[in-house]
């Protein structure tokens, strides 16, 4: 079964994460073709790249029901290979990406949002880092996004905070580049379209002049996200706010 979708229009490469029912929540093997379709538009002649969710968010992060799996290091590994190659890949592409957030966009679907070199939300929507909610530290380079996006002090509140904010609280700290009242879609594709219209090459050539150096920082942040997790994978907090999340209760958090 699909979950992700590639459309590809006048110069524009759209990928559209498609598990609606489960509000786009990411699992090993959407996360898998994610990965495939995310390579598959680095090599294509497309400038313009649009991210989107169907339905009614645009992620909600990682599954939690694929977390009770990552006691076999080999499934982790693969998880969090799919992560980085995802993320720095569409960091490093020679194109310019733009992510839709509409409903809501939590934890690593956040991270994946963040990727974006322009985030367009719907005033409705909300975004947050809520690793801290199951015990676990932000991944999908969350540190990266939010020490670039709103400085590491600020970032450090919000992800211990387990916020969700909504758009204009977003943009006002930085996380969102542009609201709208329509369709977040809709206005993000009218942004891609008049990218198209500009000197495309010398915006792009900027974007890697940028992100060149850049781009090892990132590497470092993912390098040790990836500890990081496998770490806090066996503390207590961490296997009460997964259970806690599947009994659809408040967790009891001991700090251990």
Known sequence: MAFVILERNDGISHIKLDRAERY??????MLSELRNIVK????????VVLLSGNGNAFCAGGDISMMKNFENKEFYDSVMKSI???VLTLYKMPKVVISAIQG???GLGLSLALTADYVV????????????????APDGGGHFW??????????KQFTWGMRQVEGPEAKAMGLVDQLTTESAVDEATKMAKQMLTMPIKAIIKTKQIYHHKKADDLKEYLEE???AQWELRNTHDHQEGVRAFLEKRNPMFKGK
């Open 40 to 47: 598959q538009v680095e090599k294509n002649e497309d400038q």
């Open 146 to 155: 939010l020490s670039e996006r709103i400085g590491i002090h600020k970032a």
């Open 121 to 136: 939300a719907q005033r409705e929507a909300n975004v947050g880092m809520l690793f801290i909610g199951v015990g676990l």
């Open 225 to 227: 996200e990836r500890k």
């Open 84 to 86: 980085e190659e995802i």
């Open 104 to 106: 809501s966009a939590v």
């Open 24 to 29: 786009n929540a990411l699992n090993k093997d």
